[in-house]
């Protein structure tokens, strides 16, 4: 009876072991059926200092549900912020469970490997690392175009571009542009995303009131994250090298009637165009009609237009200023002035009063043919008859 208590036992042994051992074989079988399936950072590539997340998603290709124990992320040099899955769960067959951890790249620019590990219960591991990128480039600025010099009160186009150097997209992208005495339009400009390798153009309207200097700062975020680039443009003013320059020749004065006459050529010398050029005389003279003002129009650089423009002066006056006008293709009023020599009013200006000599000496011939035509007739009434 010993004896067979004895085998029994030993039976019963071997059944448990056998049992033991095909459950955990069929565990590790059904948790080898577990893949990592997709894997998402979110920003793409990290700036060290960023805060961001990764998202693992794993699915059970086989056919039985596998229990898992634990599921956690570690690394040595990223810091995970979040905690890790420490509820027991079940992966049903052909199911998928998605994983959310927060980390943040405190670390300098480089590649590293997180490692996203599942703990099945009585399994095994699945341990897979992950590629995080972390790059330190920030957005480019760049000016395109812009004045040699600029001229206080005229508008000016400055064009810059925003490039963006980095291996991913950022987002929220904001040019924000500012300086003291600088009137700006827009104040703001919305870029939006910018991906990897592209770049935008940002025209910005300029009207200064004194020398400064143009900052401009652009916002961005990566991810959740904040960061800015900034580039200081000066603002120098100065005498344009393109802008109208109309200039006045072939000047004449003539003092006539109570009154001084001016007539000349107005011509662009500048690059751009002179557009509605009045001509007029300056302080120390008042206009008068009939040529008050001289509406010229507008001038094409190199082109001229004769003008004329009528005024009376005080006595002993010897200099007066004629004032040009203009303005430019965006309605900014500019003046230049040109100091002209007029005679006194008292000897008659600059041509005397009267006739002109051809017509006097035409005059006098005329009345020496008069005169002898007179005399002629005269003579031949007296003759004796014959």
């Known amino acids: 009876m010993r004896t067979l208590n004895l085998v029994l036992a030993v039976l019963l042994l071997l059944t448990g072991c056998a049992i033991s051992g095909v459950s955990a074989q069929t565990s590790s079988d059904a948790a080898a059926q577990v893949t990592v399936t997709g894997v998402t950072l979110d920003p793409g590539v990290f700036i060290e200092e960023d805060v961001g997340t990764i998202t693992v ?21 990223i810091s995970i912020l979040s905690s890790s899955y420490d509820t027991s769960m079940y992966l049903g067959a052909g199911n998928t469970m998605t994983f959310v951890f927060t980390v943040q790249a405190g670390v300098p620019q480089g590649i590293y490997y997180p490692t996203f590990s599942v703990d099945f219960r009585n399994a095994g591991y699945l341990r897979y ?113 393109l802008q109208a320059n109309p200039i006045l020749s072939n000047i004449q004065v003539v003092y006539e009637n109570g009154k001084y006459s001016v007539t000349g050529d107005v011509t662009n010398a500048g690059l751009q165009v002179a557009n509605s050029v009045v001509v007029t005389s300056g302080d120390g003279a008042t206009p008068v009609a009939p040529y008050q003002q001289y509406v010229v129009g507008s001038l094409q650089p190199d082109d001229f237009s004769s003008f004329e423009v009528t005024f009376t002066a005080p006595d002993n006056t010897s200099t007066i200023p004629l004032a040009v006008q203009f303005k430019d293709a965006d309605g900014n009023q500019f003046e230049q002035t040109t100091m002209v020599e007029i005679p006194p009013a008292s000897t008659g200006g600059g041509e005397a009063p009267g006739f002109p000599l051809p017509v006097i000496v035409l005059l006098v011939v005329l009345a020496v043919v008069i005169a002898g035509v007179v005399w002629y007739s005269w003579r031949k009434s007296h003759e004796p008859s014959p």
């Not at 998603?57 to 040099?77: L, Q």
């Not at 005495?181 to 104040?187: A, H, K, Q, Y």
């Open 57 to 77: 998603e794993i699915t059970n290709n086989g056919a039985e549900s596998v229990p898992i124990r634990r599921v956690t992320m570690y690394d040595a040099d």
């Open 129 to 241: 690392p992950v590629e995080l990128r972390v790059e330190n480039d920030p957005l480019k600025i760049s000016v395109l175009s812009k004045p040699d010099t600029f001229a206080a009160g005229k508008k000016d186009t400055v064009v810059i571009a925003v490039g963006n150097p980095r291996s991913d997209m950022v987002n929220g992208v904001v040019v924000d542009p500012s300086g003291n005495g600088l009137d700006i339009t827009p104040s703001s400009y919305f870029v939006g995303n910018l991906g990897s390798d592209e770049s935008v153009q940002v025209p910005l309207t300029i009207t200064p009131s004194d020398n400064s200097v143009l900052t401009i700062l652009v916002n961005y975020k990566n991810g959740v994250n904040n960061h800015q680039s900034s580039l200081q443009v000066p603002i120098r003013l100065g005498a344009s090298k």
